[in-house]
């Protein structure tokens, strides 16, 4: 099982940016797909954004453009990197490893979660 712990979430106006990052405690973490997904009160977990291995990046189309994942194989870590913020992107981002696709129950391995709030 890894464990994953993510940070860097908090308050920020709209337009405004915030980076998340994942920590992994994982010896092939370089093997892994690693996933952010994110759930709004009284909604269903989301897919945000996908890293496999070989680095080829897959974003919902809510942030396309506005919302770059990547990895630091080195450092065991994986980053969201989220611009131009808008208050529907306010949720608890959760990192995720161990899975594939687009659906959170592919997943294996979550992290806690962090909250993301974009005030208007």
């Known amino acids: 099982q890894v464990q994953l712990v993510e940070s860097g979430g908090g308050l920020v106006q709209a337009g405004g940016s915030l980076r998340l990052s994942c920590a992994a405690s994982?010896?092939?973490?370089?093997?892994?797909?690693m996933a952010w997904f994110r759930q709004a009160p009284g909604k269903e977990r989301t897919f945000v954004a996908r890293i496999p291995w070989s680095g080829t990046t897959l974003y919902a189309d809510s942030v396309k453009g506005r919302f770059s994942i990547s990895r630091d194989n080195g450092k065991n870590t994986v980053y969201l990197q989220m611009n131009s913020l808008k208050p529907e992107d306010t949720a608890v981002y959760y990192c995720?490893?161990?899975?594939?696709?687009?659906?959170?129950?592919?997943?294996?391995?979550w992290g806690q979660g962090i909250q993301v709030t974009v005030s208007s």
């Open positions: 995720a490893a161990n899975g594939a696709g687009t659906n959170y129950r592919e997943y294996n391995d």
């Open positions: 994982a010896r092939t973490f370089s093997l892994l797909t």
